[in-house]
């Protein structure tokens, strides 16, 4: 089983940004903590980061072509914008488990929204980094079920 754990925008600067609401761990930290529970469930983990729209977009179109079963993803901003990256998880049709490492349910009015939410298979908020391990672990689960 191949999971993609899929970052947007500013999580690349975690532990330089908003310590109060993200902490002080940085992104090396997060992909080390996901790497080792990967291992302990014996998944194999591919990671992206990036700050770029349309680069999210390739890279949920690169995942079809490279049989991805499903994809761990942060959209950061673009959850709260992104018709085109919610409209690329439609078409690749890839298991997707929405992850925030804050509460985004009791922050600002604007992060009430979220484009990807509809069509993610579970959204996780507010765990911190453990969301990310809780996002393999809810796709391995969803993957045992359809068998
Ligand atoms: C975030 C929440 C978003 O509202 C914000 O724009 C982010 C990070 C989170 O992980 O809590 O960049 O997705």
Same mark, same amino acid.
């Given at each position: 089983?191949?999971?993609? =754990?899929?970052?947007?925008?500013? #999580?690349?600067?975690?532990? =330089?940004?908003?310590?109060? %609401?993200?902490?002080?761990?940085?992104?090396?930290?997060? !992909?080390?903590? &996901?790497?080792?529970?990967?291992?302990?469930? +014996?998944? @194999? #983990?591919?990671?992206?980061?990036?700050?770029?729209? $349309?680069?999210?977009?390739?890279? %949920?179109? *690169?995942?079809?072509?490279?049989?991805?079963?499903?994809?761990?993803?942060?959209?950061?901003?673009?959850?709260?914008?992104? =018709?085109? #990256?919610?409209?690329? !998880? @439609?078409?690749?049709? !890839?298991?997707?488990?929405? &992850?925030? /490492?804050?509460? =985004?349910?009791?922050?600002?009015?604007?992060?009430? #929204?979220?484009? /990807?939410?509809?069509?993610? %298979?579970?959204?996780?908020? $507010? *765990? +911190?980094?453990?969301?990310?391990?809780?996002? %393999?672990?809810? /796709? !391995?689960?969803?993957? @045992?079920?359809? *068998?």
């Amino acid at each position: 089983m191949k999971i993609l =754990v899929l970052n947007g925008p500013n #999580i690349n600067f975690l532990g =330089v940004r908003e310590p109060e %609401i993200y902490g002080s761990a940085t992104y090396n930290d997060l !992909i080390q903590m &996901v790497t080792d529970h990967a291992v302990t469930r +014996g998944v @194999k #983990i591919e990671f992206y980061q990036s700050n770029h729209e $349309g680069d999210l977009v390739d890279a %949920i179109q *690169k995942a079809y072509y490279d049989k991805i079963d499903g994809i761990v993803f942060n959209p950061a901003a673009y959850t709260h914008t992104s =018709v085109a #990256i919610l409209d690329a !998880i @439609k078409a690749v049709k !890839i298991p997707t488990v929405e &992850v925030h /490492i804050s509460k =985004v349910d009791e922050r600002e009015d604007f992060r009430q #929204i979220s484009y /990807i939410r509809q069509i993610a %298979i579970k959204t996780i908020t $507010g *765990k +911190g980094f453990l969301g990310y391990c809780d996002g %393999i672990d809810a /796709i !391995i689960d969803y993957l @045992k079920d359809c *068998k």
